[in-house]
Nanobody, 122 residues
């Protein structure tokens, strides 16, 4: 059974930092590109970042480029997202996802975790 379990969210002030983790099981982690997506209240799912199988190639949404860093540890079956210089508009539920599909601004997925809440507020 594919399982993805996110952790590390919380309440942080603007300008602060968080590190999200996603522990996976039930599949060969190193065989799959992995993704972070997020959903703000009242909005649709938004792609945030993607990392290839080896971790050597990373991709970011323009809204987070230069502030967020995706990484992975294939030995630990864990995906990470470092969030720096957080803004109030980063407030959302953050999910790690395997096999996402993007069509314009629409994002769908085959597997996703339960999410971890990030709230940026003073």
């Amino acid at each position: 059974e594919v399982q993805l379990v996110e952790s590390g969210g919380g309440l942080v002030q603007p300008g602060g930092s968080l590190r999200l983790s996603c522990a996976v099981s039930g599949f060969t982690f190193s065989n799959y590109a992995m993704n972070w997506v997020r959903q703000a209240p009242g909005k649709g799912l938004e792609w945030v970042s993607t990392i290839n199988t080896g971790g050597g190639s990373t991709y970011y949404a323009d809204s987070v480029k230069g502030r967020f860093t995706i990484s992975r540890d294939n030995a630990k079956n864990t995906l990470y997202l470092q969030l720096n210089s957080l803004k109030t508009e980063d407030t959302a539920m953050y999910y790690c996802a395997r096999e996402i599909y993007r069509a314009g601004s629409t994002v769908t997925y085959n597997y996703r975790g339960q999410g971890t809440q990030v709230t940026v507020s003073s």
